[in-house]
């Protein structure tokens, strides 16, 4: 059965205090994992998609990374906007459909 | 593009009653998914259609939910009767399939409470 676990599930950092979210997942078949982010009160909004071990993707202060059993969100320098809940989730292939196994996420609180 | 939109954003109710959610998925997506966000067990995939076909609805938790796609730009989800334990937040989410990274976008949510 595919797993995702998130670490930590709850994060507080200083403005600027860089810091890498955990991702550790078990699938048969990695189609593809993702990374989003949800505010309070909103739906998940779509941040990156990594195919396979060793890629990387950037946007402003956050670089997702991929490994065959775990993914990394770092976060450079963080500003109070980068205040959220981070969620991962792991998309199977190719007979498990194009259904997203989330994890539990990890609230992350940025402070002045 | 406006996005994924959910109606209605709340939605309080008493049990027993049937509550019916609502869905536009973006336009020129073709695979739609409701999803069910609660804090003990996060976001769980309840049932997806393709074309407007549900291919899976093994996360849908009783017979007491059902969901619909009569065409491409809408689709409902459908409790009845309502229970208690059916409070949570309801998303849906669409993604064009076609377009390769299958990433899904997801609408604002539909926050369900059932007394």
């Known amino acids: 059965e595919d797993q995702v676990t998130q670490s930590p599930e709850a994060l507080r950092l200083q403005e600027g205090e860089s810091s890498s979210l955990n991702c550790s997942y078990t699938?048969?078949?990695?189609?593809?994992l993702f990374w989003y982010r949800q505010d309070p009160g909103k739906g998940p909004e779509f941040l990156f998609t990594?195919?396979?071990a060793g890629e990387e993707k950037e946007k402003e202060r956050l670089k997702a990374t991929l490994t065959k059993k775990e993914s990394f969100l770092h976060i450079t320098a963080p500003k109070p906007e980068d205040s959220a809940t981070y969620l991962c989730a792991v998309q199977a292939g190719p007979n498990s459909g194009y259904a997203l196994n989330f994890g539990k996420g990890t609230s992350l609180l940025v402070t002045p | 593009d406006a996005g994924v939109i959910q109606s209605p954003r709340h939605e309080v109710t008493e049990m027993g009653q049937e509550v019916t959610l609502r869905c536009k998925p973006i336009s020129g997506h073709n695979s739609l998914f409701w999803y069910r966000q609660t804090m003990m067990r996060g976001l769980e995939l309840l049932i997806y259609f393709n074309n407007n076909v549900p291919i899976d609805d093994s996360g849908m938790p009783e017979d007491r939910f059902s969901a619909k796609m009569p065409n491409a730009s809408f689709s409902t989800l459908k409790i009845q009767p309502s229970e208690p334990r059916d409070s949570a937040v309801y998303f849906c989410?669409?993604?064009?399939?076609?377009?390769?990274?299958?990433?899904?976008?997801f609408g604002p949510g539909t926050r369900l409470t059932v007394t």
């Open positions: 699938v048969s078949g990695l189609r593809g």
């Open positions: 989410a669409s993604s064009h399939r076609a377009l390769g990274p299958y990433e899904q976008y």
């Open positions: 990594l195919y396979s």
